[in-house]
Each structure stands twice: as structure tokens, then as C-alpha cells.
């Protein structure tokens, strides 16, 4: 491999800090669902490097897991706003405060 | 190594406009060009199979599901509050402490390929296929159980009740 393994890494690490700063700072619930797609992306990419670097196929295996994972998520957390945005009006994740103490 | 950094100066800012953007259809615009992004970093790191994966299931269904809830809403795009801007201050500092660290862990020195050149099919539909089918077959049954949980969630929680 000519590129070494911790460039990356340390890619990844960038876009998983940019992830977090997402589900941190924005107060739209599905910016914030974006942001949890590039983190979970950002880890991705780490496996496939190391999947890589070990040449093993199992961290490739393990991609495919997060990517379903993913999917079931997104599908459940959209339809969790869809059904908040048709009884509150609002996906601001401050007003949704029902769960919150 | 040229590859590699023209992907890190075009994914970089894709990301951060999917975070920073105001209005939630270019953030999504520009977490489709992220993923594309992702997916030339997969076949570069030799992982075919997962990189047409990530075409099929990110750029094309998650994104188009993501597309559809916005357009649903109908959404204004959000104005800065002045009440929060502490928050954002301390989400800022969170966020940049974290990718420090962690990018302190991933630059450390993490060893050497154990061969220079490895198996021809690495990262081919059959060596990932066989390892998916045989070593961890129980997991990939689970996922099954884990996407109809989630189907048949999705239904029950988006119907109109009435």
C-alpha cells in the first residue's frame, strides 16, 4: 500500500469530529441523523483501512453489518420525525422535550 | 498518495457543508457527494464489493428515504438563536477536543503490512461472500430479524392514526 494506513485513519478521525459536531450543534432532527451517517461512515472507512493493512476480509464483513445497521436506523428515525413533525409541527430537537427531565 | 489527497480536500469540506449548511436539502446534496467521496476511498483501499455497497445502499436508498422526509416537511431553513449560541460554543469545543484525539490515537504508529502483496480476490464478492457465510452466518441471519424489526417499526410508527 503506498499511502500508510494512519492517513486513513486520521481522515476518518476528521470526519467523525465533524459528525459530532453535528449531532452537537444543530437543533434539526434529520441534520442531525446526516451527521450520525457520516460518523457512522468515518468508522467505516477505519475498518476498510485496517481491513486493508491486515489484508482480512473480516473488517469488510464488519462494514457490511453497520452499513444494515444504518439502514434500519435512518428508516426507524425518520419515521419517528415524520410522526413528531404530524403532532407537534416541529423538528427542532429543543422542543422536542417530552422524554427529556 | 496523489489520490489520497485530493479525496481528503474534496470530502473534508462536503462534510462540513453537510454540517454547517442552514438549509437541510443542500446538507443532503452534500452528503450524497461525501459518500461518493467515502466510496472512491473504498476502492482505493480495495474493497470493491463494499464500495458498491455503499453507491447502492447509502448514496441511493438512504439518501433518497432522507430526501423524501425533508421534502414531507417542508422545512424552513434554521435561524441562529441568540439563547444558544453558548451551546454552540461548548459544542464547538467538545467536537474539536474530540477529533483531536482521536486523530492523536489514529496518526500513532500502527505497524506494518504483515505481506506487501496480498490474496488476488481481496475484497472480491466471493472472499467477503464466504467469509459472510461462513464464519459470521449467525450475525448476517440476526441482520435479517434486525431489517424486518425495523420495516415492520417504520410502518407501525409513520401510520396515520385514526
Not at chain 2, 80 to 87: K, L
Not at chain 2, 144 to 157: F, N, P, T, Y
Amino acid at each position: 500500500m503506498d499511502t500508510p494506513v494512519e492517513y486513513y485513519l486520521v481522515l476518518a478521525a476528521i470526519l467523525f469530529g465533524i459528525g459530532a459536531l453535528g449531532v452537537l450543534i444543530r437543533r434539526n432532527v434529520i441534520v442531525i441523523l446526516m451527521s450520525i451517517e457520516l460518523m457512522l461512515n468515518a468508522v467505516n472507512v477505519t475498518f476498510v483501512a485496517f481491513a486493508r493493512q491486515q489484508w482480512s476480509v473480516d473488517g469488510q464483513v464488519i462494514v457490511f453489518f453497520v452499513m444494515t445497521v444504518a439502514a434500519a436506523e435512518v428508516a426507524v428515525g425518520l419515521a419517528i420525525v415524520l410522526m413528531s413533525f404530524a403532532q407537534r409541527k416541529t423538528i427542532n430537537a429543543d422542543e422536542i422535550n417530552l422524554l427529556r427531565w | 498518495m496523489t489520490l489520497f489527497w485530493i479525496l481528503a480536500f474534496l470530502t473534508v469540506p462536503a462534510a462540513l457543508t453537510v454540517v454547517l449548511h442552514r438549509n437541510p436539502v443542500y446538507s443532503a446534496l452534500a452528503l450524497v457527494f461525501t459518500l461518493f467521496q467515502v466510496a472512491i476511498m473504498f476502492v482505493a483501499l480495495e474493497a470493491y464489493l463494499i464500495a458498491f455497497l455503499q453507491v447502492i445502499i447509502y448514496a441511493g436508498a438512504i439518501l433518497v428515504l432522507i430526501l423524501f422526509a425533508i421534502m414531507l416537511l417542508s422545512l424552513e431553513p434554521e435561524e441562529p438563536s441568540p439563547e444558544r449560541s453558548t451551546m454552540r460554543a461548548w459544542g464547538w469545543g467538545v467536537a474539536a477536543l474530540l477529533m483531536l484525539e482521536l486523530g492523536a490515537v489514529a496518526s500513532m504508529e500502527h505497524g506494518a503490512s504483515p505481506a506487501q502483496a496480498g490474496p488476488k480476490d481481496f475484497g472480491s464478492v466471493t472472499s467477503v461472500a464466504t467469509e459472510l457465510f461462513s464464519t459470521h452466518l449467525l450475525p448476517f441471519e440476526l441482520t435479517s430479524i434486525l431489517l424486518l424489526v425495523a420495516l415492520v417499526g417504520a410502518v407501525v410508527l409513520a401510520r396515520r392514526r385514526s
